[in-house]
């Protein structure tokens, strides 16, 4: 059984260690028709266009995973349930992201392996060691591979296929890689964005890449090693600490503001900064007119681009693009 | 056509006057957010500032626009919800239709009615430096879950040294106890004020409770509600005894859904009234009358429960069967959700609980604030079609 998740705050090492596979769920190309009947058009279209794939019969999930991250996503998961033959379950990621919220999750993964059972898989001991030491291969690879090129066609197919085949492609892909010249550096900070034409304008452009997008950077950026575990409940303490410890996304609270200083730190040897966001993405908007003012102060210069799925035209964007290079080369 | 006017507005006003007042002399003040647990505050005389009433304030002199502007130029985009925005605004502006809210000394944001107030506060902490607690309730899907409870249950333990660091105040059991249960008499003279909607006719319309929640919201806890409540009761019991309705030769009983249109409240309250139509409740107000039960001797954990399980915090599911409960006690025929921009919590999910609900409905568009989302031809004729549909 594949199980669809849309956020990165989803343990994919579960749903694998329970013998299923876990498939990111992107928007698609085709107009979203379908979706409108059922949510807002301001809902942002990562939120129609993953729910007009569901309805259209594009998607070879039979259950989905959510997250409350998000308002959108957090009333999503009724909609998707009442309109598709998918079971779907809701996992509640706390908010606040510290210490005092930990035992909270813990109790919510030790809930979700009953619901993965339920489903008809079984998590073992045996089964997540290996999942962890999977998916701890696959991130390191694809950090390998970035710091030698990012290469966003290869992060999105991973997300979209077993854990296994996910390795052997960013296998051969490293085998293939090649480092650039020294050219003028663009951090891209967003939400989504899982059409890899964009990235390409920026190439074209003249630019070397590196990114903070939940798509790209932060579907692999965890810094929790594996380590020996003895029990499954381990394996779980062992999730919560990976995941409360990932790439902070803009959806939650840091006491100590992790998510800006984290931005900032990655800025450092940048030479510009794009906010690459999704039309009424709040999480990051409330973010960006802050941020881009500490931003400024490094002496950044910073873009804003405003995306909406299936991309309308990418030549605009190729002439934006090109302009701020302009500005920066 | 003059609109029938309750002289409880008129006293309302005065309470409000005196609420913004002290705010102007509290010595310690937290800004906190509409759902939130308010009663510690007050049991720790914290005055607490309602930025969503100031929204709401904003909206009803028709200046959404004007302070958003301020907000929108420093970067803020026209798509975050309007509250925010004129709040922010109002922040830059250094003024508003009161003069500005008084400076905070922490902010308080729970999540318990949407996300996007986690981030509000994040913005206002960065402009502030001041510190931020956030109470964590998180989303009761289908089951409200003892573990979350539990988790929500220890925020508040936290939430309570947290404010006796930031005040250097100690919190009294005793006065804790006494706020709680003014609470409660507060909430349920204010219940008693909408289940007065239930005679035919009906002596208020859902614009009057509206007009007239602010102390419910904000002096939550405190003696005023309560005794403003049972007086506003008493003039509707006149009405009742009168025979009078609130709106002249009441024909069609409606259920209004999502937060008001703050900047049309007199155009919608005339539109219906002409039409022999009465708004006779709605699901917003009625959010603040199931606040606070205290049917466990651990108040903490009645107050954990009650502040996860509210309206904006529960699924589908649950929101269809509190309206569908609305609908049954209310008797009314039809329901009018404003599908509201600035709320995705509250919005996203209208079109499913079309479906779910025993009554016939219809959506229009508008915001709760910005004026420039409203568009006066296509309401209308909306309106109309369904009016006349259920004639």
Redesign the interface.
Known sequence: MNVGYLCTYTPKELIDAAGFTPIRIFAGDAQISLAT????S??CSQARGSFERALRGELDVQAVVFT?????L??????WE??TEMKVY?L?F???VEE??K??YF??LK?FVKVLEEWGGEVTLESLKESFSLYYELEEKLKKLFSIKPDYDTAKKVQEMNVRDAIKLVDERLREAEGEDKKPRVLITGSVCPFVEVYKLFEDAGFALKDDICTGTRFFTFNTPPRDIGSVDEGLRFLVEKYFDKAPC??K?FPK?DRFNYVLELAKDCDGVVFLLL??C??H??????L?ERLEEMGKKVLLLELEFPIASYEQLRTRIEAFYEVIA | MTLKKLRASDKMKQIMAGYYMMGNQAEVNGWVTSGAPVELLYAMDIYPVYPENHGALIGAAKQGPYFSDFAEKRGFSRDLCSYARCDIGCVYAGTSPIGGLPKPTFLFACNNICNTVVKWYQVLSRIFKVPLFVLDTPFVRKELKESYVKYVHDQLYEFVDFLEKVTGRELSDSKLRETILNSIKGVNAYSEVLRMARHKPSPLTCFDAFINMAPIVCLRGTEYPIQFYAEMKEELEERVRKGEGAVDNEEIRLLWDNIPVWYRLKWFAEFFAERNACLVADTYTNAWTGFVSMDKSDIFWSMAETYTFIYLNIGLEHMAEAINRLIDFYDVDGVVIHSNRSCKPYSFGQYELQKMINAPSVVIEADMVDSRAFSEAQVETRLEAFLEMLR
């Open positions: 009947a059922h949510i807002q301001y809902a409350r991250c998000c308002d959108t957090m009333r999503l998961a009724d909609i009442r309109n809701n509640e706390p908010t606040r005092k919220s035992e909270f109790n919510e809930d803009p959806t609270h503001d039309k009424f709040e999480p908007f409330y973010d960006y007119p802050q881009k």
